[in-house]
């Protein structure tokens, strides 16, 4: 596209092609002779600062990524912590119920036990028993026995 400059140009000493003076549109923009030839200390400032922000860019990405993996590794703990969790409050309520039957078998066994005979109450059976001694009980049929010996005899 052709430049479009609004105003006239003035010669340039020399003979030189005049500059457009005023606004140009649509052309290329004239670089004035500094930044044509910059000076070696600039360019190695700007290699400089380059290298520079590849560094920083690289580190970056390395900063990136170890967060990326910590992210990882802290959801897969958290997953398993969760799962531990969840192990582990199964297990406590099994212990509780184990305990409440453990609780109810206790009580059952102590009515059981207040049921039972103290051991004053069978010290007393026990003297009756002395006192009775049922050793020399006699049976009926032994009775039945003695009884016909007795007739036998006094017949």
């Known amino acids: 596209m ?25 052309g290329p923009k004239p670089k004035p002779a500094e930044e044509e030839a910059a000076p070696p200390k600039m360019s190695e400032d700007i290699a400089e600062l380059s290298r520079r922000i590849r560094t920083m860019e690289e580190r970056y990405n390395t900063l990136q990524t170890k967060t990326q993996l910590i992210e990882q590794n802290m959801l897969s703990y958290h997953k398993q912590a969760i799962g531990e969790t969840k192990t582990i409050n199964t297990d406590f309520r099994e212990i509780r119920r184990d305990i409440e039957d453990i609780k109810d078998k206790i009580l059952t066994l102590i009515k059981e036990l ?42």
Request: aromatic share 4%; no cysteine; charged share 35%.
């Open 2 to 26: 052709p430049a479009i400059t609004i105003g006239k140009p003035k010669p340039q000493p020399g003979g030189e092609k005049p500059k457009p003076k005023g606004i140009t549109i649509g």
């Open 114 to 155: 207040q049921l039972s005979a103290k051991k004053d109450e069978v010290k007393v059976l026990e003297r009756y028993i002395n006192l009775w001694e049922p050793i020399n009980f006699v049976t009926r049929t032994e009775v039945g026995d003695l009884i016909k010996e007795a007739l036998e005899k006094n017949k």
